[in-house]
């Protein structure tokens, strides 16, 4: 399956298919024909397709590769030296190429440092966890986190291309593809009332396995549509933040050792959806529905802080505007809009979330 984001001279095709990853090379040479790659991953992914990827790669090119360790704490400021360093010492130039494999902090964080090194190398996302195969490889946002909060440094800098293989997932650790599903649910949420009854009709990720390859390509084309009308978020591609405001708080909180990322943003979708509703915003009931569902896929919705231990974060956020805060409400399921608010939206609510 192939998909091509359409964004003039920065436009760029995206393939999902099963095995993909054991034919990248020819892909590569159709986005491709600089000299040298280097190949930035994890110490988690890099044992399993680093090096069949780079012996594969360096029968044509010079290849080089950069295994940092794995975890949020990685997509650190502090981590860019290093990169750089390598980049360096492998003779990257303008016309060589960064190849992101691993999840999303490996695809922010390379992604970030492809954009910097030397005003622009090229990218290529080839995302091996769920989470980023049907969300952050696509759009062309590539980010950093501060101690203040997450991705409050950053650009947009499209790939060259994406390739996304749905098989490399068998290896993927169960709470990951829990973690993946957050955001996968987030899609049937703001724009695909089928995608969402699709996912209810399953009882678990082993059952929607044989769906998963035209799961992930809805989850893309959504996203793709989203970010060629908006590319640099400044209209309808704020719906794709539904549940991040509240679970960049709860991540932040915990310093991003609790709840992983697809799961604070299963307890931001519930949780604001819980507001919305007590507010007249959202059809009753439309957060049971979305409580059912994340049960269904193992995920929480409730992190058991008091809001108000959260609402300082909130004010932080890099969606805070000039004192003002566009939230992502739903209608209804499939249904969601650009609420215009601030902090107060959330003070004086007495909860546990």
Request: charged share 25%.
């Amino acid at each position: 399956m192939k998909l091509t984001v359409d964004l003039g001279a920065s436009s760029y095709p995206i393939y999902i298919e099963d095995g993909l990853l054991g034919n990248a090379a020819s892909y590569i040479e159709t986005a491709f024909t600089g000299k040298r790659i280097m190949i930035i991953s994890d110490d988690n992914v890099y044992p399993l397709y680093g090096e069949k990827l780079l012996d594969a790669l360096s029968a044509v090119w010079d290849c080089h590769s950069l295994v940092l360790p794995h975890g949020e704490s990685t997509k650190d400021f502090q981590s860019l030296p290093r990169i750089y360093d390598a980049l360096l010492a492998a003779g990257i130039s303008r016309s060589d190429l960064v190849i992101a494999l691993g999840g999303g902090v490996i695809g922010d964080l390379a992604g970030f440092a492809a954009s910097s090194f030397l005003r622009g190398v090229r990218l290529v996302q080839i995302p091996t966890s769920l989470l980023a195969q049907v969300d952050s490889s696509v759009g062309g946002k590539v980010a950093v986190d501060l101690p203040q909060g997450k991705n409050l440094v950053g650009a947009f800098f499209q790939p060259s291309l994406v390739l996304i293989d749905p098989t490399v997932l068998d290896t993927l650790p169960e709470r990951f593809r829990k973690d993946g599903m957050g955001e996968v649910i987030k899609y049937g949420c703001i724009r695909d009332a089928g995608l969402f009854r699709l996912l209810s009709g399953h009882t678990s990720f082993e059952d929607l396995r044989e769906d998963l390859g035209d799961i992930i390509f809805r989850c893309v084309d959504i996203k793709r549509q989203v970010v060629e009308r908006d590319q640099f978020d400044t209209g309808e591609r704020m719906l794709l933040n539904f549940g991040h405001t509240l679970a960049h708080t709860i991540e932040q909180h915990f310093q991003y050792e609790r709840e992983s990322h697809g799961e604070a943003v299963a307890i931001g979708m519930y949780q604001i959806c819980r507001m919305a509703e007590e507010k007249g915003l959202t059809r009753i009931g439309t957060a049971e529905e979305i409580r059912k569902l994340l049960d269904i896929y193992g995920l929480p919705h409730a992190c058991g802080l008091p809001l108000g231990e959260l609402t300082g974060a909130i004010t932080r956020d890099k969606k805070n505007l000039g004192g003002h805060l566009n939230l992502i409400l739903l209608h209804e399921i499939g249904d969601s809009y650009i609420y215009p608010a601030d902090a107060g939206f959330f003070e004086g609510e007495n909860r546990t979330v």
